[in-house]
């Protein structure tokens, strides 16, 4: 099952504390529509590794070999939901499974 992932900018490892969200892809069709999209790469994604942010900005799901793939993720690895944030993320997946 995907991975749903909220990261800081900043180097590796101020993400190491993060613990991501488990969300099928059904649900990340249902709950984010049709949010923009960008495939990153095989590698866990860093953003302004010398600028860091002490908070969560960035909304990326990871695609791993036994998950399988779908029509909006393709092929193995990151993909960056471009202009939605964690917050927003947490909320739609927050109602799509019913919670407030």
């Known amino acids: 099952m995907p991975t749903l992932w909220y990261l800081k900018d900043g180097p590796e490892s101020d993400n190491r504390d993060r613990v991501g969200i488990q969300v099928s892809f059904v649900e990340l069709r249902k709950a984010f529509g049709s949010h923009t999209l960008k495939f990153t790469g095989k590698n866990k994604p860093q953003f302004n590794v010398n600028e860091p942010f002490p908070y969560p900005e960035r909304v990326v799901i990871e695609v791993k070999e036994g998950d399988g793939t779908d029509s909006r993720f393709p092929q193995t690895g990151f993909y960056l939901f ?7 993320a947490q909320q739609l997946l927050d109602g799509h499974r019913g919670k407030k």
């Open 82 to 88: 471009l202009e939605l944030s964690p917050e927003q």
